[in-house]
């Protein structure tokens, strides 16, 4: 009767085992598909960003980079210069800023030195570099050249102001 009761013990002790052991399996599957499905959703996420970044990037010839950004490209004022025919490229990590630069006002400007910061999509400043502007007469134009020693051709838009 004693070894009865002992294997009905040793019986409910393995049940309640089995059991235990069932709810930490199933808890320990719940948490890997979160877990995955989360990995899933930031990927998904990070494509969505970089196909944005893509839109406007464009692969010209091996290795040579250029932003496609109409906001980017949209001209800009600065001092009453007008900053337009803007192109933003990167070539062998190196990103040039090339812009033409016309004089819209009835006087001669001055040489200028002036700040560019490159902006993502959400007005964040990714990098800033100096350039500068030659003196002009009125209706003159010039080219901006400015170079960067890293690659921001992903860069949405920027700024320009005299220093």
Same mark, same amino acid.
């Given at each position: 009767m004693q070894k009865n009761q002992k294997k009905g013990k040793t019986k409910? @002790?393995?049940? !309640?085992? *089995? +059991? =235990? @052991?069932?709810? !930490?399996? *199933? +808890? =320990?599957?719940?948490?890997?598909?979160? +877990?995955v499905k989360d990995k899933k959703e930031n990927s998904d996420n990070k494509n969505a960003n970089e196909n944005n970044v893509e839109s406007?990037?464009?692969?010209?010839?091996?290795?040579v980079k250029i932003n496609k950004s109409?906001?980017?490209?949209?001209?800009?004022?600065?001092?009453?210069?007008?900053?337009?025919?803007i192109q933003l490229t990167t070539s062998n990590g190196?990103?040039?800023?090339?812009a033409e630069v016309t004089n819209d006002t009835e006087a001669a400007s001055n040489l200028k030195v002036v700040e560019i910061s490159l902006l993502n999509q959400k007005g964040e400043v990714l990098n800033t570099a100096t350039g500068i502007i030659n003196e002009l007469k009125p209706g003159e134009k010039t080219e901006l050249n400015v170079t960067l020693t890293s690659d921001f051709v992903n860069a949405?838009?920027?700024t320009i102001n005299v220093k």
């Open positions: 409910s @002790i393995s049940i !309640f085992q *089995v +059991i =235990i @052991i069932i709810v !930490f399996v *199933v +808890i =320990i599957a719940i948490s890997i598909i979160r +877990i406007y990037v464009e692969e010209i010839q091996t290795g109409t906001k980017l490209n949209e001209a800009k004022q600065v001092d009453g210069l007008n900053v337009s025919n190196m990103t040039t800023l090339l949405y838009d920027f």
